[in-house]
């Protein structure tokens, strides 16, 4: 699994809801237009990335980070809090 932290600018109203439903069914929003999401590999992120196609216009701007477990893990809020959690084992 890869967590990337998505994030866009777009001017149009209902292109703009769109889109934050399309990137919530992928993962959690942390802002307005900041999702942190989950994709299973770098084809399923390409899926997503044609998908936001629909919604982005020439001046639009869509942007996806990828948020490495390293990266993640020296992530904190203004307070200094961890961002990011790491179970030490995960059950199915």
């Not at 998908?51 to 982005?56: G, L």
Request: with cysteine; aromatic share 14%; proline share 2%.
């Amino acid at each position: 699994m890869r967590v990337y932290l998505a994030c866009f600018d777009i001017e149009d109203d209902k292109n703009r809801r769109k889109l934050s439903d399309l990137l919530l069914s992928y993962g959690d929003r942390v802002q307005y237009s900041v999702f942190e999401i989950s994709v299973k590999d770098k084809d399923d992120l390409e899926r997503l990335r044609q998908k936001c196609t629909r919604y982005a216009e020439q001046d639009d701007s869509v942007r996806f980070y990828w948020l490495n477990k390293e990266s993640r893990q020296q992530s904190h809020d203004v307070w200094g809090e961890p961002i990011a959690y790491f179970p030490a084992a995960l059950v199915l």
